[in-house]
Structure formats: structure tokens, C-alpha cells
């Protein structure tokens, strides 16, 4: 057990009409804690990372983040997705701004950060993520791991304490797919909470506190990456595992 995590998942399930995507769920979080959720396509991984931040709302079950439970609506669900960065799948960048417009927007419009401000530290940001040459940029003229670092510098500009990767380097294309795990690992490195949706088992192994294995569903196996993918326990796991280091 983590002495004060700073995400609880409990027994939390997820229904889209008669399917059920999440079926009692627990998780734990700690602070500082970098963890994989891995498992086959459908299992309910990207969903329990909606959940987290409330872009889905779970049908029963609880979610706690920082101790207090998460809000409804209004002012206080605003002020938890601040906390909260997601990355996705698809980049979901503003293509009518540049890439520092994309950044310093939500500090602006959120955090009633001063424009100068909030463009002076997207440019740092911009720095750190490998890109400071394209703060005129827009997204069309970037590639698509140029894009993600953008969404990734753009969620960090909100200060948040835990982050969210749906996937992340799914949509790329295998030269940007390091570039963009690169600026996650660095993130990890530095002590960001991060709960990282993912097909890249190397940045799980390597980067990761613990690998939480789903299936239909449920959290079925969850270990430090190394006993996870020397020793998977479930048979379930043994399979995912088996059919990735064939192909």
C-alpha cells in the first residue's frame, strides 16, 4: 500500500450501454510514482485514464485525487483538470495557433496568467521538450512528434501534479516515436506523477515504478516492470507478453 497516494481508484466500474469497459477497478497512485497501464486493445486502459481526469464519468466506484473526491461540474472540475495534463493519442493542438499560442493558452484563460508571462515560460517549455525554434509554428507545418511534444509542454504549462499519457506515440511514426518518449522519460526522471497508457514495453520497463497489466476490463496483474515482464503470474499476461516478443 502507498502511505498517501495522491490518485485512489476504487472499485470504480464503466458501462457504455451494455458494455461494460471498467469492471471494479483499484488502483493506487503515489506521488512521484510512474505507472504503465499495458494490455490488449479494449481492455479498458484508455477509458480508466478518462475516468481519472473526468472526461468520462464512472458509473460506480470512486476516484479520489489529492484526498478529495472528484467534482461534478463548474469551478471545481476546471480546477482539477488543471492539476491533471493528459496527453493524447491524437495531438488535439489548435491548428489555427502556433505552437507557443497553443501553450500559453490555458494559463492565460485558467490561470489568469499574464500574457507576457505565460509566453515567456511556453518558450521554456518549448526549450525543454527539444523545440525552441517553433514557437511561429503551426501544427501543420510540424511533424507528429514535434506535435505531441507541443501537447506535451502545452499540458505541462499548467503546473499539474499528476500526468496522463492515452497512448502517446501511437499515431507516430517509428523515427518521431523516441523523440517523444525521450522528453517522457526526462519528465520521469525529474519526479512527474505519471500514469502512461502505452504499447512501447521498453519505456515501461525502463522509465516505469510499476507495470498495472489490464484485461476485459479489470487490473489483473501489477508488478515492478522487471518481475512483470521476466515473471508474469497470469496466464493472461503470459499471452500478451508471449504475442509481443513474437512479432
Do not use: W
Not at 27 to 37: Q, T
Not at 55 to 72: A, M, N
Not at 75 to 89: E, N, P
Amino acid at each position: 500500500m502507498i502511505a498517501t497516494p495522491l490518485v485512489e481508484v476504487r472499485d470504480v466500474r464503466k458501462a457504455f450501454g451494455s458494455f461494460e469497459a471498467l469492471r471494479g477497478v483499484d488502483l493506487d497512485i503515489g506521488r512521484g510514482e510512474k505507472v504503465a497501464l499495458v494490455g490488449a486493445s479494449g481492455s479498458g486502459k484508455s477509458t480508466l485514464c478518462r475516468c481519472i481526469n473526468r472526461l468520462e464519468t464512472v458509473t460506480s466506484g470512486t476516484i479520489t485525487f489529492d484526498g478529495q473526491p472528484l467534482p461534478q461540474e463548474g469551478r471545481a472540475l476546471a480546477d482539477l483538470r488543471a492539476q491533471v495534463g493528459m496527453v493524447f493519442q491524437a495531438f488535439n493542438l489548435f491548428p489555427h495557433f502556433t505552437a507557443l499560442q497553443n501553450i500559453a493558452l490555458a494559463p492565460v484563460r485558467v490561470r489568469k496568467v499574464p500574457r507576457p508571462e505565460a509566453e515567456e515560460e511556453a518558450r521554456e517549455l518549448l526549450a525543454r521538450v527539444g523545440l525552441a525554434d517553433k514557437a511561429n509554428s503551426y501544427p501543420a507545418e510540424l511533424s507528429g512528434g514535434q506535435q505531441q511534444r507541443v501537447a506535451i509542454a502545452r499540458a505541462l504549462a499548467m503546473h499539474p501534479q499528476l500526468m496522463l499519457f492515452d497512448e502517446p506515440t501511437s499515431a507516430l511514426d517509428p523515427e518521431m516515436i523516441s523523440e517523444v518518449l525521450d522528453v517522457m522519460s526526462e519528465l520521469a526522471d525529474g519526479g512527474m506523477t505519471m500514469l502512461v497508457v502505452t504499447h512501447e514495453m521498453g519505456f515501461a520497463r525502463h522509465a516505469c515504478d510499476r507495470v498495472c497489466f489490464m484485461d476485459a476490463g479489470q487490473i489483473v496483474e501489477q508488478a515492478p516492470p522487471g518481475e512483470f515482464f521476466d515473471n508474469p503470474r497470469s496466464e493472461r499476461a503470459k499471452d500478451f507478453l508471449s504475442k509481443l516478443l513474437h512479432h
